[in-house]
């Protein structure tokens, strides 16, 4: 199950589609973002993430790996920023996101940026 919730947060991070996020994060969530930001609570989390981004990259993420950590979930990525106008890929960095649960949901939520030999930076 918590490899479900993984996925589909991660689905719906990736469709955009905020409106998924109230079936899988706890009231009182905690999300850190890659930059440090902590949102606490989900209305914070879609407020923060509802926005347009940067203004001439698009950001995706690339090469998903779940696996299972005891009661958590290690979500490995490749994350892909893209310039809008092309396509072109602007650069690229290894993201890290750590998943905890309770209840049958998603409480907390941590992001972070991997050096090339797949240490927390």
Known sequence: MALDLARAFTEAMAAKDLDALDALLSDDVC??????????GVDAVKRYYSGDGFDH????????????????????????????????EAYARPL??????AGGKIVRVEMRILSQNGSAS
């Open 57 to 88: 990259l698009v950001a995706t993420t690339e090469d998903h790996d779940f696996e299972a950590h005891g009661s958590a979930v290690r979500h490995l990525a490749r994350q892909v920023y893209r310039w809008k106008e092309t396509g072109e």
């Open 96 to 101: 890290e996101t750590i998943f905890e649960f």
């Open 31 to 40: 999300v850190v973002t890659p930059k440090g930001t902590v949102l606490q």
